[in-house]
């Protein structure tokens, strides 16, 4: 089925350690954007693109890189884990042409120890 | 700059009862809204949204809500509960400068008990 698929769907890290979170989306969308989700806080922006090769900041992005080579892959890296990282992170995609629709995936469960 | 206010973070009905969420928003430019549902350790899915057509929206699973210029409001309605509505529901905003960025409010429990 078409969407966005995130991987993995948990994820244990330790103080220190890096990892990257995958997205994918085979719509042909041209914008993707990494949200977080923490209690009580909704759904906070850390970066988003709108196409192969440009990428910008949201609200949060300390502590998170982005790049966008491909129009389907949207990458999320941690270089460095801390606790305050420890969240629900969710990827969307939309189109850019005509109606606005935004995609979401089901979500990766980072904790960091 | 956008906002949204979720004027509840709990609203808690019986079911067969009606369902109101409330939702205020502010944005300088035309905005466009969406109503979005997680149920408990899923991804979001979209209720419904509206983008400067007609006022009152209808979504899916019985959901509508209605556009208020006036009020700067998009409460989200529902004649009478089930209680598979039970879930957290995120009212949002989206710009219409290009970058279409979603900016979302804190969230409404819906409580429904039988």
């Known amino acids: 089925n078409a969407g966005v698929t995130q991987t993995p769907k948990f994820q244990v890290l330790k103080t220190g350690q890096s990892m990257t979170l995958q997205c994918a989306q085979d719509m042909n969308h041209e914008y993707m954007s990494w949200y977080r989700q923490d209690p009580g806080m909704g759904l906070r922006l850390i970066h988003y693109s709108v196409g192969a090769g440009i990428t910008d900041q949201g609200e949060v992005p300390n502590g998170y890189n982005v790049s966008r080579s491909t129009t389907e892959d949207f990458p999320l890296r941690l270089l460095s884990a801390a606790p305050s990282q420890t969240s629900v992170y969710f990827c969307?995609?939309?189109?850019?042409?005509?109606?606005?629709?935004?995609?979401f995936g089901s979500g990766t469960r980072l904790t960091v120890v | 700059a956008q906002s949204v206010t979720q004027l509840d973070s709990h609203v808690s009905v019986s079911e067969g009862t009606p369902v109101l969420l409330r939702c205020n928003y502010s944005s300088s430019y035309s905005p466009s809204l969406f109503w979005y549902v997680q149920h408990p350790n899923k991804g979001l899915q979209l209720l419904l949204k509206?983008?400067?057509?007609?006022?009152l929206v209808k979504g899916i699973n019985g959901f509508e809500a209605e556009f208020k210029k006036s009020e700067t409001s998009f409460h989200l309605t529902k004649p009478s509960a089930h209680m598979s509505d039970a879930a957290e529901y995120f009212c949002v905003v989206s710009d219409s400068t290009g970058f279409q960025k979603l900016v979302f409010g804190t969230g409404t429990r819906l409580l429904v008990s039988p």
């Open positions: 969307a995609s939309s189109t850019l042409q005509g109606t606005i629709s935004y995609t």
């Open positions: 509206y983008t400067s057509a007609a006022t």
